[in-house]
């Protein structure tokens, strides 16, 4: 038994039963509610006050206390600075990386232990093993809910205090343990959108914080083909949104030029320019605290649910170079690129170029 834990407790089904699992098996259950976003509260897309009502409704049923912090403004100086930075350098960040890192793992941790926690539980589906003094990130026993792809960043510190109730159930024994418990969020949706702060209208949320500056869209022979509302709207790979029609197959995003404003894009799914036998990545983040051996041969991930795709990972200046057995479709720099070893999560980094 893990003692005195405090679960995050989100207002959805996941972290409700991780709750529930550690009250069942005898440990000192505590919830706690994080506000981190209050930016828009008056907005209809804020759903704080729906999401705390949800748990509040949990742990009566569950008799769990329940307390509620604010962490918004480290969540704004640590997640949502960096998310306009990487919008402004034309790439397409992943908050939910941070978002774990710096909120769910460390502020939260920070809070759970100076209120006399022994560790932390979240409703993610992963797994945690220690060996020989260190402590690994493993995949979770459903692989189609595996969330490792966004906890790479956590490191020993915060791996040592975490435990995750929900490691080896899948998603209808989750909604299952709910309903048979009398939850009344057994049934509710999962969470989508940005983290913490949810589903809205993108563009116009993110041209807020950003201006946005519309120009051409060309196709790689430098062809007018028509015209983008900013850069900061696209992601390689994307087909809809562009505004292009035509008798041919449909466009996607190839690339994106900063210095000339210019979108560029490619007529079919397939077409050669969208793939990519490697990538560059920096800002890396090792499970064990420190690289393996390079090179290494072993799997990745390039997005989350994406089956892994052998690879080999060499060391570069400032990162390691990624070359894929196979092509990879849609490198898209600022995402992050996920590395395994079998059932274990190695660590990852944040994707420069498709090389």
Same mark, same amino acid.
């Given at each position: 038994?893990?003692?005195?834990?405090?679960?995050?407790?989100?207002?959805?089904?996941?972290?409700?039963?991780?709750?529930?699992?550690?009250?069942?098996?005898?440990?000192?259950?505590?919830?706690?509610?994080?506000?981190?976003?209050?930016?828009?509260?008056?907005?209809?897309?804020?759903?704080?006050?729906?999401?705390?009502?949800?748990?509040?409704?949990?742990?009566?049923?569950?008799?769990?206390?329940?307390?509620?912090?604010?962490?918004?403004?480290?969540?704004?100086?640590?997640?949502?600075?960096?998310?306009?930075?990487?919008?402004?350098?034309?790439?397409?960040?992943?908050?939910?990386?941070?978002?774990?890192?710096?909120?769910?793992?460390?502020?939260?941790?920070?809070?759970?232990?100076?209120?006399?926690?022994?560790?932390?539980?979240?409703?993610?589906?992963?797994?945690?093993? $220690?060996?020989?003094? =260190? #402590?690994?990130?493993?995949?979770?026993? *459903?692989?189609? &809910?595996? @969330?490792?792809?966004? +906890?790479?960043?956590?490191? $020993?510190?915060?791996? =040592? #205090?975490?435990?995750?109730?929900?490691? *080896?159930?899948? &998603?209808? @024994?989750?909604?299952? +343990?709910?309903?048979?418990?009398?939850?009344?969020?057994?049934?509710?949706?999962?969470?989508?959108?940005?983290?913490?702060?949810?589903?809205?209208?993108?563009?116009?949320?993110?041209?807020?914080?950003?201006?946005?500056?519309?120009?051409?869209?060309?196709?790689?022979?430098?062809?007018?083909?028509?015209?983008?509302?900013?850069?900061?709207?696209?992601?390689?790979?994307?087909?809809?949104?562009?505004?292009?029609?035509?008798?041919?197959?449909?466009?996607?995003?190839?690339?994106?030029?900063?210095?000339?404003?210019?979108?560029?894009?490619?007529?079919?799914?397939?077409?050669?320019?969208?793939?990519?036998?490697?990538?560059?990545?920096?800002?890396?983040?090792?499970?064990?605290?420190?690289?393996?051996?390079?090179?290494?041969?072993?799997?990745?991930?390039?997005?989350?649910?994406?089956?892994?795709?052998?690879?080999?990972?060499?060391?570069?200046?400032?990162?390691?170079?990624?070359?894929?057995?196979?092509?990879?479709?849609?490198?898209?720099?600022?995402?992050?690129?996920?590395?395994?070893?079998?059932?274990?999560?190695?660590?990852?980094?944040?994707?420069?170029?498709?090389?």
């Amino acid at each position: 038994m893990a003692g005195k834990v405090y679960v995050g407790l989100s207002g959805g089904v996941d972290s409700a039963v991780a709750a529930m699992l550690l009250k069942e098996r005898g440990d000192d259950v505590t919830a706690l509610f994080m506000k981190n976003w209050e930016e828009d509260d008056e907005d209809d897309y804020c759903a704080a006050a729906e999401d705390l009502q949800s748990a509040e409704q949990v742990c009566d049923i569950l008799d769990l206390p329940l307390e509620t912090v604010n962490f918004s403004s480290e969540y704004w100086d640590y997640v949502f600075e960096h998310f306009l930075q990487e919008y402004r350098a034309g790439r397409t960040p992943n908050p939910d990386v941070l978002c774990n890192r710096e909120i769910k793992f460390k502020a939260f941790l920070d809070y759970a232990l100076d209120h006399g926690a022994d560790k932390i539980a979240t409703g993610h589906y992963a797994d945690v093993y $220690q060996c020989h003094g =260190s #402590h690994y990130l493993g995949k979770a026993a *459903d692989d189609d &809910k595996d @969330q490792t792809y966004f +906890l790479y960043a956590i490191g $020993q510190h915060a791996l =040592s #205090h975490t435990v995750f109730p929900l490691s *080896d159930l899948n &998603k209808a @024994q989750v909604r299952q +343990l709910a309903r048979d418990a009398g939850l009344p969020n057994h049934a509710r949706k999962d969470s989508t959108g940005i983290c913490f702060i949810g589903e809205r209208r993108f563009r116009e949320f993110l041209s807020r914080y950003i201006p946005a500056s519309p120009g051409e869209i060309r196709d790689l022979d430098d062809n007018p083909v028509g015209q983008h509302q900013g850069l900061m709207y696209y992601t390689i790979g994307q087909r809809h949104g562009l505004g292009i029609g035509g008798p041919g197959e449909p466009w996607y995003v190839a690339r994106k030029d900063l210095d000339t404003n210019v979108l560029y894009v490619v007529e079919g799914h397939d077409h050669p320019a969208l793939h990519h036998s490697g990538l560059t990545a920096g800002d890396l983040q090792w499970i064990k605290g420190t690289p393996p051996d390079l090179p290494l041969d072993c799997t990745a991930r390039i997005r989350h649910r994406q089956p892994e795709q052998a690879c080999r990972i060499s060391a570069i200046q400032d990162g390691v170079k990624v070359d894929f057995i196979e092509p990879q479709r849609a490198i898209a720099p600022g995402q992050s690129v996920v590395f395994y070893d079998g059932e274990l999560c190695l660590g990852g980094g944040i994707i420069e170029q498709a090389v």
